[in-house]
């Protein structure tokens, strides 16, 4: 596990574990979020991201382990921390007889300056938001809009958000994209738990990944990359025996002249003369998306979830 030091975390998790009755949630479940940096948070339906989050903030106590959020304990010094953190949840409920612009200043009631305003202001614009309308006549985005606003709105050093996106439609995703791109610019941390392996690609300097309570990778996506394997494809003629012959070479297919087949990152080195060697035209190497990293730590799991709801 990484052991970034304290001082450059603003959230540090160690050894936590959390039990719901005879229920395992979190599994000695460890997490570090460095300063001034987006970090993802990744895992399947049920993992513990919430249950993480919901500690984080000071809702849950931990079974046994321990959470630092800013260098405080979240379950006994909640109000601290909750001045210098924004939160967004995932399923925003929002009062519904006040409107989308009230239910935005008593979600940011401590944020009275002018500069607030002015970024409450910049951040309707941004999203499309009627901040006039009540929030009983809200879609599931608008009510997900409201969230994003007040919690960006915020002047904070500490950004949670529990899958912030869900519910926005594509054109908004990427406003959010480009808000936590600024952010990040501006040297604020942000936790991101998402489901959408596009977006975390995108913003997140680091990941971790979680299944069953328990933290199965961390790192940044380099890092993360390096643990699977490049896709290659290129055009031949030649025979491509010399090729299957090498160690760390996996699933060559051969059709019509084109070759196909996927190396681990420290073979690439030795690929790359033979195919030379072999006269091979077009070629391109794809390192793995983080879709290929998930699918090949849950792909078992999500199979058998799928059947288990059929
Ligand atoms: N209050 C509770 N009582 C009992 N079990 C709970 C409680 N809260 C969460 N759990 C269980 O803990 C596990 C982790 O749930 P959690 O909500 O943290 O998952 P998640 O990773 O956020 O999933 P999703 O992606 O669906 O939001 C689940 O199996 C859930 O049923
Ligand atoms: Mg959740």
Not at 199 to 210: A, N, R
Request: charged share 25%.
């Amino acid at each position: 596990m990484t052991s970034t030091p304290t001082a450059d975390a603003a959230i540090e998790v160690r050894d936590l574990t959390k039990t719901f009755g005879s229920f395992t949630a979190l599994d000695s479940f460890e997490l570090v979020v460095p300063r001034g940096q987006v970090t993802g948070f990744l895992g399947p339906n049920g993992a513990g991201k919430s249950t993480t989050i919901r500690i984080l903030l000071g809702l849950l106590r931990a079974s046994s382990g321990r959470a630092t959020v800013l260098g405080q304990d979240p379950w006994t010094r909640a109000v601290r921390i909750h001045h210098d953190l924004a939160y967004v949840p995932g399923d925003t409920n929002l009062w519904p007889g006040l409107t989308g612009g009230e239910a935005i200043d008593v979600l940011t009631r401590r944020d009275r300056s002018a500069a607030h305003r002015r970024r409450r202001e910049e951040l309707i614009e941004r999203f499309e938001l009627d901040p006039t309308k009540r929030c009983r006549t809200y879609s599931k985005g608008n009510r997900q809009k409201v969230s994003l606003i007040a919690a960006l709105s915020r002047d904070v050093e500490l950004y949670i958000m529990d899958e912030p996106t869900s519910g926005l439609d594509p054109l908004m995703e990427a406003i959010f994209t480009d808000e936590v791109s600024r952010l990040r610019e501006d040297g604020r941390t942000v936790l991101l738990s998402s489901h959408i392996l596009a977006e975390v690609e995108k913003l997140c300097d680091t990941v971790t990944i979680i299944r069953a309570g328990q933290a199965v990778e961390s790192g940044t996506l380099p890092e993360l990359r390096h643990l699977t394997r490049s896709t290659v494809v290129a055009t031949t003629s030649a025979d491509p025996a010399p090729l299957r012959a090498l160690d760390g070479v996996h699933d060559l297919v051969e059709d019509r002249g084109t070759l196909r087949f996927d190396v681990d990152d420290a073979a690439v080195h030795d690929v790359l003369p033979v195919l030379t060697a072999l006269d091979a035209t077009a070629l391109t190497i794809t390192p793995p998306s983080l879709e290929d990293l998930f699918l090949r730590h849950y792909g078992d799991d999500l199979t058998q979830d799928a059947e288990g709801e059929r």
